[in-house]
């Protein structure tokens, strides 16, 4: 299994690049990812990441974008704005979840 | 492969495709009966969680699904669809003339209409909402609204009526899918 060394803390990624282990994400990790793929955390960002893990524990799967809308009250409108052109993904990389499956 | 470095290697960085060319889908939605217009409404949504600029052009019978009178009220009837069998993956045939009798679309329609529930598939109005929200654009047919005596007012909101030849222009450095 890969490492990368994120923010001064080696954790497991998958092939692509997804962090595989929960518990070695913490926020500078998040800002680390969202620097790699060119997006600067802002307040906004926050409450989606922290839905987006809190809902995986809780669920034991990354929420599809209309569970996020939905539940999170974040609108569809701004996940696009916050993660743009592929926010499920985006969202759930900084998250330290893995990529949603599901085609809605 | 090699000896692995023993340097740490930049990090493995998912490739969302932020730098690819401009990828653009335009479905032609020409049926409204429940099981013809969701495929094209799922891939529709599923283009844009990708990234990819989508359009959607509603004609013919596709206009109940943007149309504020029947969109939440499709049908589904199995008459002429050999490859219906009962849920849960049955080897039978649900027979032909069963489709016919009185009131079995409203039962088809019924058991359709939970299935997809169950799936957590949103119904069609919503799902239409969800596209647009995500920057899919819809489009009506203006022959067909001519037809069927439909302006603007009523059709969803943000659904312009244009004509085929506009389509056909909007499409043209795209990939036309006919559903």
């Known amino acids: 299994m890969p490492t990368a060394t994120l923010a001064g803390i080696e954790v497991h990624v998958n092939d692509e690049g997804f962090m595989t282990e929960y518990d070695e994400w913490n926020e500078e990790v998040a800002k680390a990812l969202a620097a790699n793929i060119g997006i600067e955390l802002t307040d906004a960002h926050w409450p989606v990441i922290t839905f987006l893990r809190d809902d995986f524990l809780a669920q034991g799967e990354t929420p599809m974008l209309r569970r996020v809308a939905s539940v999170s009250g974040v609108p569809t409108k701004h996940l696009f704005q916050l993660f743009p052109k592929k926010p499920a993904k985006k969202m759930s990389y900084i998250a330290g979840v893995p990529k949603p499956h599901g085609c809605i | 492969m090699t000896d692995t470095a023993t340097a740490p290697a930049a990090p493995i960085v998912p490739d969302f495709g932020d730098d690819d ?23 529709a949504n599923a283009a844009l969680m990708e990234g990819v600029e989508t359009h959607i052009f509603f004609t013919f019978w596709g206009m109940d699904a943007i149309a504020k009178k029947h969109m939440d009220d499709l049908q589904f009837t199995w008459m002429g669809n050999t490859a219906m069998h009962p849920p849960g993956g049955s080897k039978v045939h649900m027979p032909q003339g069963m489709a016919g009798l009185p009131g079995m679309t409203h039962l088809a329609t019924r058991m359709m209409r939970k299935q997809i529930a169950d799936l957590e598939i949103p119904e069609v109005p919503e799902l239409l909402q969800m596209i647009q929200d995500a920057g899919g654009q819809l489009w009506a047919c203006k022959l067909s609204a001519d037809m069927m005596g439909y302006t603007e007012d009523d059709l969803m909101d943000d659904v312009p009526i244009i004509t085929a030849a506009d389509f056909i222009e909007l499409s043209a450095d795209g990939q036309v899918i006919f559903t």
């Open chain 2, 21 to 43: 060319a401009e990828r653009k889908m335009c479905f032609i939605a020409s049926k409204g009966t429940l099981d013809m217009i969701y495929p094209s409404l799922i891939m």
